[in-house]
């Protein structure tokens, strides 16, 4: 297990528990040690691993807490990236504290894909069904059973949605399976969390017994526009001010996007530092929340017998590959992901093994003792081969765009220029250097792993343009 991520530096927020030291004393509350000079629980026998995997002493949990987070970047948190400081203390924690997939990927680069293929449990493409963000492709998700139907169906759960997400909504398909689903009056995490928690809390009181439920928390933060509570804004006081207000959705992207190209170097480094300042104030600010929603949610005993499950559904571009938000590549910065699950009488464990949006549902219902339908494709976690490939799948802002990676090796594809890249992640990990070469053997083996997909998702997104690569068999 991984030590826990470093105290976060600046002011705290009247009202939010936000230091590292109050976040290691609720984990050792809930009967978890972390490291550090925060007292140990008392020893507690909670009895015997279970056999499933995550494993937990005694029993596994009958209930589930999912915290989805929108466009939060992997290497946002220390634990990914030793080098940067941890803004999102809380998470990096729960995440030592419980079992954390430490090799995930997202199957997209924007929510409505992302949430889809997470809670459908297969890659996108293979659903029969294309999110598009083009406006003159956009539909909604058919009828389907997502992963509240199936813990409806098969544990008999009472099923609550709640979410600051647009996209995450009945006119696109994706409340399918839920009891009860709304947006928050209060889009902030903490209102997200308690307009959730009334919901939920309402149903289990007018229930006959004592049901198992599920709990669905989608949170917005860090989402654009970053205009995080002053106290959590760590710019430093000599940052030269900009004249572009970037708490302001609409300003945020006509800079970003439209003004850009046309700004001097330094004016675009400047730009760009108050975004990252403001993007980590963000983070800040929704890590306290997150930690005071838990802790309300302990006093309520709602976490006395409850699986938390954290995920992402794509990070965040801060022109890395020319670009600032997400939606238009499948680099590592809009694609890689964080996911892990918590609990208190969790086995905690860092596990290493590739894995990928689609495998959070089966593992739900294979650790729940559910049956896995046929629909979902992704593996439960501890099931799939090391080697295994895995892919992502965007129709958004740069039109049609896939990707498929296999022990640290990545092709990806761009339907509108037909341009193809090739990536050696184990030696270019900020994916630099495009070494595609259609002769070149690795690039062979990428592709024919890769073609059967464009072929799949071609057809369901027709009105997309597309231009097969150059050197590349089609068939």
């Known amino acids: 297990m991984q030590a826990s991520a470093s105290p976060a530096s600046g002011p705290q927020a009247p009202g ?7 976040a290691r004393l609720l984990l050792a509350s809930l009967l978890l040690a ?23 002493y005694g029993k596994v949990p009958k209930n589930v807490l999912m915290i989805s987070i929108d466009t939060f970047r992997r290497d946002a948190m220390s634990r990914y990236d030793p080098l940067k400081q941890d803004d999102t203390p809380f998470l990096g924690a729960m995440a030592a504290a419980g079992v954390a997939l430490d090799d995930h990927t997202t199957c997209s680069n924007w929510t409505f894909a992302g949430i889809g293929c997470t809670l459908y449990g297969a890659d996108v493409e293979t659903t029969g069904f294309t999110p598009q963000l083009t406006a003159t492709g956009q539909a ?32 696109w398909g994706l409340t ?81 996007r439209s003004t850009w190209p046309d700004l001097d170097d330094d004016t675009q480094d400047l730009v760009e530092e108050h975004l990252q300042y403001q993007y980590r104030a963000e983070l800040r600010y929704m890590d306290a929340q997150i930690q005071d929603a838990l802790a309300d949610a302990d006093r309520k005993g709602l976490l006395d017998d409850t699986l938390v499950v954290v ?65 979902m494709t992704g593996k439960p976690l501890g099931t799939a081969d090391e080697d295994r490939a895995r892919y992502a799948f965007s129709v958004a802002r740069l039109g049609g765009v896939q990707s498929v990676q296999k022990n640290g ?29 259609p002769e070149d053997p690795k690039v062979q083996e990428l592709w024919s ?14 009105n997309v343009a597309q231009v097969w690569p150059v050197g590349l068999p089609i068939e």
């Open 16 to 22: 939010l528990c936000f230091d590292m030291t109050s």
């Open 140 to 171: 909604a998700w058919p009828e389907a059973t997502f992963l509240a139907g199936y813990l409806k169906e098969q544990q008999g759960m009472v099923t609550v949605l709640s979410s600051t997400n647009g996209w995450f909504a009945e006119e």
């Open 409 to 437: 090796h990545k092709l990806t594809y761009s339907w509108s220029s037909g341009g193809a890249r090739y990536f050696d992640l184990n030696t270019d990990p900020e994916e630099l250097d495009d070494r595609f070469d």
């Open 34 to 56: 972390c490291s550090g000079d925060a007292p140990e629980p008392e020893p507690v026998d909670l009895g015997d691993p279970t056999d499933t995997f995550p494993s937990f």
């Open 176 to 256: 399918q399976g839920y009891d009860v689903w709304f947006h928050p009056k209060n889009g902030s995490t903490w209102g997200t969390y308690r307009e959730g928690r009334d919901a939920l809390l309402a149903e289990l009181d007018v229930a006959d017994d004592d049901p198992p439920w599920f709990l669905h928390l989608h949170l917005i933060e860090p989402h654009v526009p970053y205009k995080a509570p002053a106290a959590y804004d760590p710019s430093p006081s000599n940052l030269e001010p900009i004249p572009w207000d970037l708490s302001v959705k609409e300003d945020h992207y006509d800079l970003t």
């Open 311 to 375: 995920w992402t559904d794509h990070g965040e571009q801060f022109w890395e590959h020319d670009y600032q938000s997400h939606a238009y590549t499948l680099f590592r910065e809009e694609n890689d992901g964080i996911a892990f699950f918590w609990a208190k009488n969790i086995v905690p464990q860092a596990w290493e093994g590739p894995t990928t949006s689609p495998d959070i549902a089966p593992t739900l219902l294979t650790v729940l003792g559910g049956t896995v339908p046929p629909q």
């Open 449 to 462: 792993l890769l073609l059967p997909r464009v072929q799949m998702a071609r057809p369901l997104a027709p």
